[in-house]
């Protein structure tokens, strides 16, 4: 029996002409938890869908400036997933643009102009738009993550991951084939003085976070610190009593009194040298092991050095899913990172 690609479906009788239609054709199904497409050949491969995963989809008219994007993928997520007795799976998508896309629509004013420029080639836009669709319009499920520019959040990616940022958003004007850049928390960083506006662009700018003022600056706005270690918090009394940095022991066995080696402990010290950064001048994408070093330094505060630290590397990485099979990689990278330059947060005498 051959699988009931769109195509066919749209010679049913009830299949929607419009917007409207297919949001009722939607509201008239059943919602589910998950439903099944027939991916990107029709023939071999199925794909489950449910809330929240990003997926490629094929235009087909119902996003009003797809008709710009012939021989292209879009980029959604699914907001929900519902059963039709009549037109089979269908979907609610929300849509984010890609930035060969907007190279190819207006903005509407100087700001969404700025930020437009500023994207990285991977990243995505969030587009206040859902539309509903049958669910054989998907290709297949990508990988997307999300990027904060208020918390030290972002995985381990890849020069090829897509990336969004959360709490930017693009709106469309009346206009044909215009958008505006809706205002929302969180969108600039550094300080007032910042020599970029408070704008961060992910393929340019090395950024450092601050654990004190919980905000990030660019690190060509701050001054260098003569610091040779980062300012941590302070640790509360209940944390276990650390040893002094041993000169020479026996790396075999557990120091007296402790769970981990002379050499582990060493190790960690290294370790907390680590800034939390974000980007790098070596590569063209937003790398950075910000959660791991967030770890690390929430781990000192409240227990110290664990017995084990490079099983303690292994549970903290935070590799961004779709790249798990390349962890050991990324701990080779991280653990062969050169020593750091320290800066003055612009906001407090922390070095950063």
């Not at 897509?162 to 969180?186: A, C, H, I, P, Q």
């Not at 654990?211 to 701050?222: A, M, P, Q, V």
């Not at 959660?291 to 549970?315: M, T």
């Amino acid at each position: 029996m051959p699988p009931p690609i769109p195509a066919l479906i749209k010679q049913h009788r009830a299949y929607p002409r419009n917007g409207t239609e297919w949001a009722q054709a939607f509201r008239d199904a059943d919602i589910c938890d998950t439903v099944t497409a027939w991916g990107d050949d029709h023939s071999r491969n199925s794909i489950v869908l449910q809330a929240g995963e990003f997926v490629a989809v094929v235009p087909g008219g119902n996003r009003r400036d797809d008709a710009l994007l012939q021989g292209q993928e879009c980029v959604a997520r699914v907001s929900r997933v519902a059963l039709s007795g009549t037109l089979g799976p269908l979907v609610k998508l929300h849509w984010f643009y890609r930035h060969a896309e907007l190279n190819i629509i207006s903005t509407t004013n100087a700001l969404t102009g700025a930020f437009v420029t500023s994207m990285g080639m991977k990243e995505l836009l969030s587009l206040s738009c859902d539309t509903f669709d049958h669910a054989d319009m998907v290709v297949r499920i990508v990988p997307v993550i999300e990027m904060s520019l208020t918390r030290p959040t972002f995985p381990i990616i890849d020069g090829t991951t897509l990336y969004f940022r959360n709490d930017f958003s693009l709106m469309r004007s009346w206009t044909k084939n215009k958008v505006t850049l809706l205002e929302g928390k969180g969108q600039l960083i550094c300080s007032a003085a910042c020599l970029f506006e408070g704008v961060y662009t992910p393929e340019r700018d090395v950024i450092r976070y601050c654990t004190k003022c919980k905000r990030w600056f660019h690190i060509g706005c701050l001054k260098a610190s003569d610091s040779k270690w980062p300012t941590l918090l302070p640790f509360p009394p209940s944390r276990p009593k650390q040893p002094e940095l041993p000169k020479q022991s026996n790396d075999s066995v557990p120091m007296p009194g402790y769970l981990f080696t002379a050499m582990h402990y060493k190790f960690w010290h290294k370790m907390l040298l680590s800034p939390i950064q974000r980007g790098s001048s070596t590569v063209k994408f937003p790398l950075s092991f910000e959660r791991l070093v967030d770890a690390i330094r929430s781990e000192q505060r409240s227990a110290g050095c664990p017995p084990d630290v490079f099983a303690f590397i292994d549970a903290e990485l935070n590799v961004a899913p779709h790249l798990v099979d390349k962890a050991e990689l990324y701990k080779a990278i991280f653990l062969e990172l050169p020593k750091s330059i320290f800066y003055v947060c612009a906001w407090c005498p922390a070095a950063l």
